[in-house]
């Protein structure tokens, strides 16, 4: 198998961590896309995934599967326990959930306002972002709102489960882990009172999995090509 990501950057963050839960590290090649460089946006990548975003997932019989929920579905069952993703009906049920609210309402919304109300990842990717657009910085700031809203009801959930989607790590706390990855990148604090949220995150972050991998938002090479 073959993964196409960029070390350090939220999603392909979501996919190695999955990796490390099910112990599959070593049966994965990286391939290295350079996003600042926009290479994601041009043809030879497209073919793999027409939405132009990374991660990738490219089996040994070439089919490529995009998108994170789905890659951690495919990785999750290979050994016939799927640990992240649920296992009757129910459980399968609530974590989709709890994953798309926190797609939507945290790492994508820190997404937009990063790529829309900030300078990004630089004047190459940003030409792909609706420069031409007036609106954006407006609009930008509203999903930072709406990240900080995210924020809010994860603590909330938070206040009466252990994790994000019940009584077990999940796909869904991956997404939740990485959205506040992203968020200190992109400057979005986690408000003082989200003390669920906070503890939380102190406690996912020293799971083996994830041990190491916060902080690591960005390699090194790439915070000097954007200016830091
Ligand atoms: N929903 C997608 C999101 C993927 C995504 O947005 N990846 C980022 C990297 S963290 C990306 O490729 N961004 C490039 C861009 O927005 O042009 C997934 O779950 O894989």
Not at 104 to 124: K, S
Not at 183 to 197: Q, T
Not at 200 to 227: I, Y
């Amino acid at each position: 198998m073959k993964i196409f990501d960029r070390p350090g950057f939220p999603n392909p963050a979501r996919i190695r961590i999955v990796l490390a839960e099910k112990g599959l590290e070593a049966q994965v090649e990286f391939v290295s896309v350079d996003l600042i460089a926009a290479e994601h946006k041009h043809s030879a990548f497209l073919e793999k995934n027409p939405s132009g975003v990374l991660p990738v997932l490219q089996l040994d019989d070439g089919t490529h599967i995009a998108e994170c929920t789905a890659i951690t579905e495919y990785l999750d069952n290979l050994d016939g326990n799927p640990t992240l993703t649920g296992k009757g009906p129910k459980e399968r049920a609530v974590i989709h959930m709890m994953q798309k609210r926190a797609e939507t309402g945290l790492l994508d919304a820190v997404g937009d306002y990063f790529h829309y109300a900030t300078p990004g990842l630089g004047p190459d990717l940003q030409a792909f972002k609706s420069p031409e657009w007036g609106g954006r910085q407006e609009w930008g700031n509203r999903q930072r709102d709406r990240a900080l809203g995210g924020m809010k009801y994860f603590d909330a959930v938070l206040q009466n489960h252990p994790f994000v989607a019940g009584d077990a790590f999940s796909m869904a706390d991956i997404t939740v882990f990485a959205g506040l990855m992203f968020a200190d990148a992109a400057g979005i604090a986690v408000p003082e009172d989200c003390s669920a949220l906070k503890a939380w995150r102190g406690k996912v972050t020293e799971l083996p999995s994830v041990k190491n991998r916060s902080g690591q938002m960005f390699a090194a090479d790439d915070l000097r090509r954007l200016g830091f």
